[in-house]
């Protein structure tokens, strides 16, 4: 996280005092750790990771040792509370390594943050120092060539978030790079990896899909259905896939697995 956004956070979080306050539940961490699936990792290490509803999840369903990083204080203090292991360490300072020995994880985790760091070549090569040969990376940013994010840029002639209103104020201010599907992929790629799965989380548990069904079961279910449909056509369509890459000593372009989970 950009340290200029840390005020915009604390002050996003000021009503929660455990993970389970957190009402900004997302697909992206329903999937974990499914979507591991028989890769046996030991050692994990979640970048940036919040307050914990990640790492939580990981925790208390898979076996293995968890590093959970932030520099938030609250985001800090809330996954200690969780019993998470947590190390403080600037990811975006690219004149501070990351105080990890080279090759000491099987599992890097980066969901939607990369989009918040200015030197991202620089968290690239960090990631890749840290991972063992045989390591994966689990990345996800906003596919801004999602249609969550197309259609109502189209219809309002907004942008993607807005810097007036609430919770679009945070995104606004403290994301930094813009990236699709497509450039995400193309991008990590050039960095020693290969990209293996890319992981498409239909809705079903998120905030913002319980309160739809709240509001009407039968719109939910047309919702679920569709986006079914457009998953299985391609993952452009789909506002946060998970890309699961492996470092490779010679990292390869080839079209990974569409897993719809």
């Known amino acids: 996280m950009r340290t200029d956004a840390i005020a915009l956070e604390e ?32 050692n994990i290490l979640d970048t940036s990771a919040g307050v914990g509803v990640l790492g939580n999840r990981i925790k208390q369903a898979y076996d293995a040792e968890l590093l959970c990083n932030d520099i938030c204080p609250k985001c800090l203090k809330t996954m200690e509370k969780s019993g998470l292991s947590t190390l403080s360490f600037d990811i975006d300072d690219k004149d501070k390594p990351f105080p990890l020995e080279d090759k000491s994880f099987d599992a890097v985790i980066s969901l939607a943050t990369i989009e918040h760091v200015i030197q991202i070549d620089n968290y690239m090569e960090q990631i890749h120092r840290i991972l063992k040969d045989d390591g994966y990376l689990y990345i996800s940013a906003p596919n801004y060539n999602g249609l969550a994010y197309l259609i109502p840029m ?6 993607f978030h807005d810097p007036l209103s609430e919770p679009d104020r945070y995104e606004f ?36 899909y319980k309160k739809l069904k709240g509001k009407s079961k039968v719109k939910a279910a047309m919702f679920r259905h569709s986006m ?34």
């Open 173 to 208: 201010y403290a994301h930094v790079r813009y990236f699709t599907h497509r450039t995400l992929l193309d991008y990590v790629t050039t960095f020693g990896f290969s990209p293996e799965a890319v992981y498409l989380a239909l809705p079903q548990d998120s905030s913002r």
């Open 228 to 261: 079914r449909l457009l998953y299985s056509v391609s993952p452009r369509w789909a506002s946060e896939p998970v890309i699961c890459f492996k470092k490779a000593s010679v990292s390869s372009s080839g079209k990974p697995r569409n897993i719809i989970l």
């Open 11 to 42: 002050k996003r979080l000021e009503e929660v005092s455990t993970v389970d306050d957190y009402q900004a539940f997302h697909e992206r961490h329903r999937i974990f750790p499914e979507i591991f699936e028989n890769r046996n990792h030991n």
């Open 154 to 159: 189209l219809l309002t002639g907004k942008t």
